[in-house]
């Protein structure tokens, strides 16, 4: 049974940084892309990042892009955001998903296993 827990979320005033985990338990965490998405109060779920089984190729958001790095260990069967430079409008809960492919994805239909989300706050 797959299982992907995030955690590392908090308050943080507007510029500061932030690091999300998500560890993954039950499957081979190293043969599928990965993703990591959020939903601010009142809207739609959106991607923020993804990354494929290697590591080796990553797509961001436009509105993080330079800002939120995405990364993975295999080893320890955990995926990474780094966020940077955050802003009010990054405030949402952040989810990590796990695709059944070795490639990531951009559409949220496309992965098969999420977290519970981890809580971000950004503030002026």
């Known amino acids: 049974q797959v299982r992907l827990v995030e955690s590392g979320g908090g308050l943080v005033q507007a510029g500061g940084s932030l690091r999300l985990s998500c560890a993954a338990s039950g499957g081979t965490f190293s043969n599928y892309g990965m993703g990591w998405f959020r939903q601010a109060p009142g809207k739609e779920r959106e991607f923020v990042a993804t990354?494929?089984?290697?590591?080796?190729?990553?797509v961001y958001a436009d509105s993080v892009k330079g800002r939120f790095t995405i990364s993975r260990d295999n080893a320890k069967n955990t995926l990474y955001l780094q966020m940077n430079s955050l802003k009010p409008e990054d405030t949402a809960v952040y989810y990590c998903?796990?695709?059944?492919?070795?490639?990531?994805?951009?559409?949220?239909?496309?992965?098969?296993?999420w977290g519970q989300g981890t809580q971000v706050t950004v503030s002026s």
């Open positions: 998903a796990r695709r059944t492919e070795r490639f990531g994805a951009l559409n949220i239909m496309d992965y098969r296993y």
């Open positions: 990354i494929t089984w290697s590591g080796g190729y990553t």
